[in-house]
T-cell receptor, first 114, second 113 residues
Framework: NAGVTQTPKFQVLKTGQSMTLQCAQDMNHEYMSWYRQDPGMGLRLIHYSVGAGITDQGEVPNGYNVSRSTTEDFPLRLLSAAPSQTSVYFC?????????????FGPGTRLTVL | AQSVAQPEDQVNVAEGNPLTVKCTYSVSGNPYLFWYVQYPNRGLQFLLKYITGDNLVKGSYGFEAEFNKSQTSFHLKKPSALVSDSALYFCAVRSAANDKIIFGKGTRLHILP
C-alpha cells in the first residue's frame, strides 16, 4: 500500500492563480480531510469528507473548494491564490469506524503564493 | 465548538528525565482524544488515542497519556526521555457528536543530551 499520497510536493503560485492539490489513498478509507500547517497556528482543518459525494467545512474553509467523486481521491482547489494561503498542506484519511480510527497523513505540499 | 489547547509552545527536558506535554480540550459530549508526533520535514504520525475505558492509555515509543474527564485534560507522558523524542507533538480531539477532528497548536519537545 502506498498509503496517502500528495502531489505536488512543492508549488509556487502568483497571486490570483488557481491550482489543485491532489490527495489519494489506497486504504479504502471513508474519511478524508485537508489541514494547513502554519507556524504558531498548529494544524487547522480546511475541509473534510465522510464518504464519496459528501463534504463539509472545517475551521478555515474560505478560499478553498473540495469534491469527493471517488473514495480514493480528495482534491483541494485554490480558486484565486492569495499570499495568506502560503502554508504547508496535509491530507489525511481514516476509516470511519465511529470516528475512532487513527488518521494517516500524507507527506505534505509546501505552497508559496507570491 | 470543540477546541484543543496546548499551553506550552516548547518543553525542554534532560535525557533520562520524565516528560509531560500538556493538553486540555473542550467538546460537547464524549471526546475522542489523540496524540500525534511530527518529525522535521515529515507528516504526522499517530502515537496513541483514548476512546473509552481505562483512563491511562499506552502508545508507541513508550509514550502514555492519561485522560482526566473532570479536568478535561489528556497529558502526554513518558517515564524516561530520549534525545530521539525531540519533535513537534500535537493533541487532537473529535466529538462523538460530529466528524471534525481539531488539532492543537503543537508543543515542541526538546530533549537535552
Amino acid at each position: 500500500n502506498a498509503g496517502v499520497t500528495q502531489t505536488p510536493k512543492f508549488q509556487v503560485l502568483k497571486t490570483g492563480q488557481s491550482m489543485t492539490l491532489q490527495c489519494a489513498q489506497d486504504m479504502n478509507h471513508e474519511y478524508m480531510s485537508w489541514y494547513r500547517q502554519d507556524p504558531g497556528m498548529g494544524l487547522r482543518l480546511i475541509h473534510y469528507s465522510v464518504g464519496a459525494g459528501i463534504t463539509d467545512q472545517g475551521e478555515v474553509p474560505n478560499g478553498y473548494n473540495v469534491s469527493r467523486s471517488t473514495t480514493e481521491d480528495f482534491p483541494l482547489r485554490l480558486l484565486s491564490a492569495a499570499p495568506s494561503q502560503t502554508s504547508v498542506y496535509f491530507c489525511a484519511s481514516s476509516a470511519i469506524a465511529g470516528g475512532t480510527d487513527t488518521q494517516y497523513f500524507g507527506p505534505g505540499t509546501r505552497l508559496t503564493v507570491l | 465548538a470543540q477546541s484543543v489547547a496546548q499551553p506550552e509552545d516548547q518543553v525542554n527536558v534532560a535525557e533520562g528525565n520524565p516528560l509531560t506535554v500538556k493538553c486540555t480540550y473542550s467538546v460537547s459530549g464524549n471526546p475522542y482524544l489523540f496524540w500525534y508526533v511530527q518529525y522535521p520535514n515529515r507528516g504526522l504520525q499517530f502515537l496513541l488515542k483514548y476512546i473509552t475505558g481505562d483512563n491511562l492509555v499506552k502508545g508507541s515509543y513508550g509514550f502514555e497519556a492519561e485522560f482526566n474527564k473532570s479536568q478535561t485534560s489528556f497529558h502526554l507522558k513518558k517515564p524516561s526521555a530520549l534525545v530521539s523524542d525531540s519533535a513537534l507533538y500535537f493533541c487532537a480531539v473529535r466529538s462523538a457528536a460530529n466528524d471534525k477532528i481539531i488539532f492543537g497548536k503543537g508543543t515542541r519537545l526538546h530533549i537535552l543530551p
